[in-house]
């Protein structure tokens, strides 16, 4: 059975830190890149970030970049989100995605092709 399972989310202070992680298990994912999407409350998921495994392709959403990283860790089958300077703007649930195709997760429409979800990690951010 594939499983992506989020983790880390909380509640925390503006300009505060969190690390999101997914643990990916089932499968083999070597060829899938991963990725975090965001719902915010009354608005559509939207992409956040991704990774391959390598690391050596990464993507973030003009909204994150400078703020967010993202990595892998191979060996662990565990994707990072290192979320720092959060805004109220960051509450949201926090989504690990994983497909074999990049486009999937840049061409917005896309992302409902995408072939596997966690279940998702609320994040809320208090002034």
């Known amino acids: 059975q594939v499983q992506l399972v989020e983790s880390g989310g909380g509640l925390v202070q503006t300009g505060g830190s969190l690390r999101l992680s997914c643990t990916a298990s089932g499968r083999t994912f070597s060829n899938y890149i991963m990725g975090w999407y965001r719902q915010r409350p009354g608005q559509e998921r939207e992409f956040v970030a991704l990774i391959n495994w390598r690391g050596t392709t990464t993507h973030y959403a003009d909204s994150v970049k400078g703020r967010f990283s993202v990595s892998a860790d191979n060996a662990k089958s565990t994707v990072s989100l290192q979320m720092t300077n959060l805004q109220a703007d960051d509450t949201a649930v926090y989504y690990c995605?994983?497909?074999?195709?990049?486009?999937?997760?840049?061409?917005?429409?896309?992302?409902?092709?995408?072939?596997?979800w966690g279940q998702g990690t609320q994040v809320t951010v208090s002034s």
């Open positions: 995605a994983a497909d074999r195709e990049y486009r999937n997760f840049v061409v917005g429409h896309r992302s409902s092709l995408i072939d596997y």
